[in-house]
T-cell receptor
């Protein structure tokens, strides 16, 4: 596709449920990032993939959060036992390469997750 | 965690005026980028300035970087109503062999027609 695609655009789930958020990066982009953004805040880094591997997952808040990118393209962010505090917009970005200074990241429109 | 802090948090100006936003950060960086966000959704890359550069221009945008003060500014000249958005600085730092991008808290700009 022309840009980074995230699905669903909105997700409402009950506390305690499991959710999956999907990101389709721009074709050929090896680097993929997940961020979380709460209302009135800047995007908060969660995890970075270079190819299939998670090069940096230091931003994942706890073990309820997990992300995969099995074929080096599509990525899924998985949240178990959701809590109301998980409510936020989850943003995905991709770039042609992660290393090498000054690579622009292209963002998707985000998934707005609401835990009720 | 957020590396950068924007100032002011919110800015309201009349169309045609210039808008200046500042960003301060904490650790040494390789590059700094500015992004724009409409309505709390996807971010759009505006401009990048490298750590060895002091000033950069792109259209109506002017970015400065002072690494000694760990600060950057974004100037939008001759603002338009369509410039209304949130603006974020993002710093690139070396982390485990890749460039980690960390965003600031953002400035919410309103341009009044």
């Amino acid at each position: 596709g022309a840009g980074v695609s995230q699905t669903p655009s909105n997700k409402v789930t009950e506390k305690g449920k499991y959710v999956e958020l999907r990101c389709d990066p721009i074709s050929g982009h090896t680097a993929l990032y997940w961020y979380r953004q709460s209302l009135g805040q800047g995007p908060e880094f969660l995890i970075y993939f270079q190819g299939t591997g998670a090069a940096d997952d230091s931003g994942l808040p706890n073990d309820r959060f997990f992300a995969v990118r099995p074929e080096g393209s599509v990525s899924t962010l998985k949240i178990q036992r959701t809590e109301r505090g998980d409510s936020a917009v989850y943003l995905c970005a991709s770039s042609p390469r992660g290393g090498g200074a000054g690579t622009e990241a292209f963002f998707g429109q985000g998934t707005r997750l609401t835990v009720v | 965690s957020q590396q950068g802090e924007e100032d002011p948090q919110a800015l309201s100006i009349q169309e045609g005026e210039n808008a200046t936003m500042n960003c301060s950060y904490k650790t040494s960086i390789n590059n700094l980028q500015w992004y724009r966000q409409n309505s709390g959704r996807g971010l759009v890359h505006l401009i990048l300035i490298r750590s060895n550069e002091r000033e950069k221009h792109s259209g109506r945008l002017r970015v400065t970087l002072d690494t000694s003060k760990k600060s950057s500014s974004l100037l939008i000249t001759a603002s338009r109503a369509a410039d209304t958005a949130s603006y974020f600085c993002a710093t690139e730092t070396e982390s485990g062999g890749y460039q980690k991008v960390t965003f600031g808290t953002g400035t919410k700009l309103q341009v009044i027609p």
